[in-house]
């Protein structure tokens, strides 16, 4: 006899209020994932208990730690919610990485050209650049959906190459600085571009940028007109265009505002972090970003804790290297297997 059938509202057949739903999907995937990472330990040969408490101290242990965790976060809410606003049109961003690059190759080239500017008009124009090089370069990909001419999966997947590339031939070329040595990289940019910092710490204003990407993007959704006819469009996009939506300008729009937030986390590595264009720039930030945002369901207040605990495995990785001796892809391995429970997870919920 066949068992209950899980439904949204419910974990694994028994009826649930949807928090505690939430809460109890959380707690397996988190039980599972560590499982596997005290698996991964004991096959190098190392205690996990010990392991997780140097990851935990290291980095939630002490002001520095913190701080430095609350610096990985940073650009990481800007890249979850890249991905999170085109998800609710049922679309995919996989190109916050390259976004990254563009934003910050246009708040690079803003900061250095317009560098005789007051910092209080040069920041926001460094910001205006990077949301626009950012949400045009998503948006061709958004043009081609709507035209059916491609998928925006692959076409953002690809243009992460093509930015990476175009930065290298800039930093590399016409756009190093001599002063450098081997390494390549712009010129600084003036201290006027520089985003505040919180105290004594490498902390900058990018983090309330990322927070506050957070806080509008429901109301956004939820109580503007732009919203509701995007959340109709990726609802059900036949009716909506039945009912006179324009859904191919929704796309468009959609991933053109998702391209511009992962162009502003360029722009806040740029002036809060690296102050300089250079290869390193987004590290990996905008895959990051797509992890995170599936993981949250795509919910913007589940994208904070997810990007915190994101950047604490980011950041006991280096630990794991120099008290365990274990490779840093330990916490990639934990990253994946994480997103393909939460999945797994979610996909068990959908009824048959």
């Not at 919610?81 to 998800?87: C, S």
């Not at 503007?224 to 265009?241: E, F």
Request: charged share 10%.
């Amino acid at each position: 006899m066949a068992g209950p059938r899980a439904h949204p509202g419910s974990f694994s057949g028994w009826p649930l209020p949807r928090a505690a739903d939430a809460a109890a999907r959380g707690a397996l995937v988190v039980t599972a994932a560590f499982g596997a990472f005290a698996l991964i330990m004991l096959l190098y040969e190392r205690n996990p208990f010990g392991a997780l408490a140097a990851m935990v101290s290291s980095t939630l242990g002490t002001s520095y730690g913190l701080s430095e965790v609350l610096v990985k976060m940073s650009p990481m809410l800007l890249t979850a919610v890249a991905v999170a606003v085109p998800a609710r049109l049922g679309l995919v961003n996989v190109g916050g990485e390259g976004q990254m690059f563009i934003g910050g190759l246009c708040a690079t080239w803003g900061a250095l050209t317009f560098q005789g500017l007051p910092g209080w008009l040069l920041l926001p124009l460094m910001a205006i650049l990077a949301f626009a090089g950012g949400g045009l370069w998503a948006g061709v990909t958004g043009w081609m959906r709507a035209r059916g001419w491609l998928t925006e999966v692959f076409s953002t997947l690809l243009l992460n190459y093509i930015a990476i590339l175009l930065v290298n031939f800039l930093v590399f070329g016409p756009w190093r600085d001599p002063g450098s040595g081997n390494y390549p990289q712009t010129r600084p940019i003036p201290d006027t571009a520089h985003l505040p910092l919180l105290g004594n710490t490498r902390v900058h204003a990018g983090i309330f940028v990322g927070l506050l990407a957070i806080v509008l993007f429901y109301p956004f959704l939820k109580k503007t007109r732009l919203g509701l006819q995007m959340r109709a469009a990726g609802g059900n996009p036949v009716a909506a265009a039945q009912t006179g939506i324009r859904v191919g300008r929704y796309i468009v729009i959609a991933m053109f505002v998702g391209g511009g937030l992962a162009g502003l986390a360029g722009m806040t590595q740029v002036a809060g972090i690296q102050f300089r264009l250079n290869p390193g720039l987004a590290a990996y930030v905008g895959y990051t970003g797509f992890l995170i945002s599936w993981l949250a369901g795509h919910r913007p207040l589940a994208i904070v804790p997810m990007a915190f605990l994101l950047a604490v495995l980011a950041g006991g990785g280096d630990i794991l290297q120099i008290t365990q001796g274990v490779p840093y892809a330990v916490v990639n391995v934990l990253v994946a297997l994480s997103l393909c429970l939460m999945l797994a997870v979610r996909a068990r919920r959908v009824p048959s």
